[in-house]
């Protein structure tokens, strides 16, 4: 009977003496995040709908994956500068200056128009199989001899300006599903748009590697859902509205882009 009461007076006190620290050591709380998202036309959300009024020909959507990660969680600070059409180099003249020394994630795609994605797919849609592997072609050697040192420009300036954040560098979706019978381009063309997409991609990643960022890629999650599939996520040529072609809908932005940025977001 006297060991069953000193117990229960030692788990009475064990239970006082928690609630006091429970009081007076506040849970910590979650660590601050200041996200600021840059990018292209992938990251703007080109393609997707609903662009905010202030983003004018940016075309920044609310669909986008970087305005979706940060509805969902809600980080200390945003920052959504990411612009239609956006080359290395207007990155960094534009959109870097939302960066500080408080930023702790970023994210960004850029490169695809530094080698003329947009005027490649121009070349391939109005003219034959030969001039679209030959724009291709050029753009494969573009990408290898001058997309290093443009990329590295970038992710130099990411660096110096948010030394403490964690960047995540998004590839591009390879568009097409080969091997489908599909109204359009021949399939020669739609192999080697595939194999240059590829090659900037795997450009974009060995730079990210230098850097110490963290590459999330895409390309895996779209199979599937490009073009020529019978689920696609991207937007096949528009000619009511060219801009959007070849961009993904909300769904690549929202079951593509956004799984894929918040694991590497963490």
């Known amino acids: 009977m006297r060991r069953s009461r000193l117990v229960t007076i030692m788990a009475g006190f064990t239970a006082a003496v928690c609630a006091v620290f429970a009081f007076a050591v506040p849970a910590q709380a979650a660590a601050a995040v200041h996200y600021v998202a840059l990018g292209d ?12 009024s202030e983003s004018g020909s940016c075309k920044r959507s609310t669909n986008a994956y970087p305005a979706l990660w940060a509805a ?14 956006a080359t290395t180099t207007s ?33 391939c849609v109005l003219y034959g199989t030969n001039e679209c592997v030959a724009a291709v072609q050029a753009a494969q050697v573009k990408a290898q001899n ?32 080969l091997g489908r019978v599909c109204v359009g381009l021949s399939e020669t063309s739609r192999a080697k748009i595939n194999e240059g997409i590829n090659l900037v991609d ?9 850097h110490g960022f963290k590459f999330a890629d895409v390309r895996s999650i779209f199979v599937g859902h490009q073009l020529c599939s019978g689920d696609k996520w991207l937007h096949a040529l528009n000619f009511a509205d060219i801009g959007i072609s070849y961009h993904p809908f909300a769904s690549g932005q ?11 977001a963490g």
């Not at 036309?41 to 905010?52: K, Q």
């Open 254 to 264: 929202s079951l593509g882009y956004l799984p894929v940025f918040r694991t590497a």
């Open 72 to 85: 969902a969680k809600a980080p200390t600070s945003y920052k959504f500068v990411a612009c239609s059409g």
């Open 91 to 123: 990155v960094i003249n534009s959109q870097l200056s939302a960066l500080s020394s408080t930023t702790t994630l970023v994210s960004i795609t850029v490169g695809g128009n530094d080698v003329g994605f947009a005027n490649i797919m121009t070349t």
């Open 146 to 177: 001058e997309l290093p040192g443009l990329l590295d420009k970038v992710y130099n300036g990411i660096k110096s300006r948010a030394p403490s954040a964690k960047v995540v560098v998004l590839s591009y979706p390879v568009f097409y599903e």
């Open 202 to 210: 795997n450009v974009i990643k060995q730079a990210v590697a230098r």
């Open 41 to 52: 036309s992938y990251s703007s959300g080109v393609g997707a709908g609903s662009y905010t």
